[in-house]
């Protein structure tokens, strides 16, 4: 075998430390991705693009605070079950579920805005939400029934989730 004439270029110092860079941050990254892909209430990820829940805080036209559809406007009713204030969320059993809460209810000088959002059997807790703050949160909706989500700060916040 003829001998190569132009031998390997070494690297340099620098080169190293950048491609030591690279190969840190990525993995990283490629961390906290696969971490996004684990549902809340299980310890596995799971490869489904999400079923979309766009969820606001607001008020009932007699003044209690509600959960809503972020589709929502003013007049438009949602279905809701019986004494509950909020709309009845319904998503298919097996499906990855996302939850993305924002909210929009103002501040007032009697009140600071503050809300969470909670579905107890699926592990689903947002942290407290002040005024046009949001959270997003996956959860798998691995079995079926009626289950309740509800803010803890106020009681009468509350509806019903059905999976199918
Ligand atoms: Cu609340």
Redesign the pocket.
């Known amino acids: 075998m003829a001998k190569q004439k132009n031998q390997p270029k070494k690297l340099g110092r620098t080169t190293i430390f950048i491609l030591a860079g690279i190969v840190v941050v990525g993995a990283a990254g490629g961390y906290f991705a696969y971490q996004s892909f684990i549902p809340v209430n299980v310890d596995y990820p799971v490869f489904l693009s999400p079923e979309n829940i766009l969820i606001k ?1 607001g008020k009932t036209t007699d003044g209690h ?1 509600a959960f809503a559809m972020q589709s929502s406007r003013g007049g438009k009713q949602v279905p809701r079950a019986g004494g509950m204030t909020s709309p009845t969320l319904n998503v298919s059993k097996g499906n990855l579920v996302a939850v993305h809460v924002i909210n929009e209810i103002l501040n007032t000088s009697e009140e600071k805005s503050v ?2 959002f909670n579905i107890d059997e699926f592990n689903v807790h947002s942290k407290d939400l002040g005024y046009f703050e949001s959270q997003s949160i996956t959860f798998l909706a691995d079995k079926s029934g009626d289950f309740i989500y509800h ?1 803890t ?2 009681p009468e ?1 509350k509806g019903v989730l059905s999976v199918k």
């Open positions: 805080t605070y809300h969470n803010c700060l106020h916040m």
